[in-house]
Structure formats: structure tokens, C-alpha cells
């Protein structure tokens, strides 16, 4: 993997997400189920055109430059701004990288590298705000522990195919109870 690619795109994700912690951070409620509900249905239809092979799977690449790398940048940017709303970065830049013609397992890195640094920096501004939920994370935080065993030791035997296709239902399912929540509360 290119060294500078990979630079440029951690520090793109980390810029989008301190972009987007701040204006995320404002918003009511009402505004970020909304923000959720939409942007996990953008999520499921790109894992949907995956999965139906509908955007191509890569190519052979290891770097970025120009143009591509630019798009790369934009593209990681706006992901590092969506992981403010708690959507995540993995699938949409497997499929980023892939639409940019690099190889695949190119996306490990700039995954992995744009989340262990767009989190603290995203984090910091949901603290200094004052609008994070304490028990809300505790919560997520403990439940990691057995989820992360679960996917170790069950999820990896099952035939991926099934996965992507149960991530999907789930990520619907998800996006709708958001958005009705959402519906219900401005009902009120």
C-alpha cells in the first residue's frame, strides 16, 4: 500500500469526522434519526450493488494519484463525516476503494488506520458538547466484548454470502425503525 494514499485518505476521514462530530453534535434528536435512517439506507443500497455485483471489485492498484486520488479523498472525507451518525466505515470504503480500482486489500489499512484516528477525534467534540449519552456508551462498550466473540467464533463459519445478505436485512431494518421513530416523534 502507497504510503501517501493511505496518509492522505486517514487524514481526509479524520477531517470529515471533526467536521461532521461538530455539526452532528447540534443537532436535535429528531434530526440525527432522521440523518441515521437515511444514511443506513444509502449504506444497504451500496452493500445491495455489491452484492449483486453491480459496482466493480476492485482492480490492482496500491495507489492514488490525481484525479483518482482526489475522488479517494472526497470519498473518505464524506465516510469520516458519516461515522459522526454512527454509520460505518468499513463496508462503504471497501466498496470506495474498489470503485477507485485498487485492490481490495488496500481497504484494510485505509479502514482500519481512518477509524483508530476519526474516532478520538470525533469523540472529543461529542464530549466537549455534552451530547453523548454516558450509559448509551457504557452500554455499547461492555456489549462489544460478546459481540466481538460472537463474530469470532460463529459469524466466521457461517458462508459469507449469508452474512452480507443478513447485514443488509438488518441494516434495513435498522434505517426503518429510525426513521419511524423519527416520523413519530415529530407526530408529537
Known amino acids: 500500500m502507497d504510503v501517501w494514499t493511505l496518509v492522505v485518505l486517514i487524514v481526509a476521514s479524520v477531517a470529515g469526522a471533526w467536521l461532521g462530530a461538530g455539526v452532528v453534535a447540534r443537532w436535535s434528536r429528531h434530526n440525527v434519526q432522521i440523518g441515521m435512517g ?83 477525534i470525533g469523540g472529543i467534540r461529542f464530549i466537549k458538547a455534552g451530547s453523548y449519552s454516558l450509559s448509551a456508551a457504557v452500554i455499547m462498550t461492555l456489549s462489544g466484548i460478546p459481540a466481538v466473540l460472537i463474530a469470532a467464533y460463529i459469524v466466521r463459519s457461517l458462508p459469507l454470502t449469508y452474512v452480507r445478505w443478513l447485514v443488509v436485512v438488518v441494516v434495513v431494518w435498522a434505517a426503518a425503525m429510525m426513521l419511524r421513530s423519527a416520523a413519530q416523534e415529530s407526530r408529537k
Open 38 to 120: 437515511f444514511a443506513l439506507l444509502a449504506a444497504a443500497a451500496l452493500m445491495l450493488l455489491a452484492q449483486f455485483k453491480l459496482v466493480p471489485g476492485g482492480g490492482e492498484a496500491l495507489e492514488l494519484r490525481g484525479v483518482l486520488l482526489a475522488a479517494g479523498l472526497a470519498g473518505n472525507f464524506a465516510l469520516g463525516a458519516l461515522m459522526t451518525l454512527g454509520i460505518g466505515l468499513y463496508a462503504p470504503c471497501l466498496i470506495l476503494v474498489s470503485l477507485l480500482g485498487m485492490n481490495p486489500k488496500a481497504a484494510f489499512p485505509i479502514m482500519m488506520g481512518s477509524c483508530a484516528f476519526l474516532m478520538p
